[in-house]
């Protein structure tokens, strides 16, 4: 299990690596880089310290440590599916707009030109 655990840490270091590398492009809320530093944390400490997350899941009721990791990434999948989701919703809508100014445009230049 110790190989496992290097490359999923070696994985995650790469992914902040990725996500500081290329902050500037990213057109994320300060919140939302907070929660997602505090994830890769909490990654890092469930992979480091599995009984402290065994520990943490019974406390609330869930059986298994590996269990209620798995319910933070289902949660952290939807959220990502929803924010990705509306992310294009706006850029569609963003695109249709600038559809019918360019067309607008085009057709006001084309009843000047006609009309003159």
């Known amino acids: 299990m110790i190989w496992f655990q290097i490359l999923a840490i070696l994985g995650l270091v790469a992914l902040v690596g ?15 880089k907070l929660l997602f530093v505090a994830f890769i944390g909490f990654g890092l400490y469930a992979m480091l310290r599995q009984d402290d997350v065994t ?3 019974n406390k609330i009721g869930i059986q298994r440590g590996l269990d209620l990791v798995l319910f933070l990434l289902v949660i952290a999948f939807a959220f990502t599916t929803v924010s990705t989701y509306l992310r294009f919703r706006d850029l569609e809508v963003k695109y249709a707009r600038l559809a019918r100014a360019i067309a607008l ?7 000047r030109g006609t009309g003159d």
């Open 18 to 32: 990725f996500f500081v590398v290329n902050r500037g492009t990213a057109r994320a809320s300060a919140g939302v």
């Open 55 to 57: 520990w943490v899941a």
């Open 105 to 111: 445009q085009d057709a006001e230049r084309e009843n």
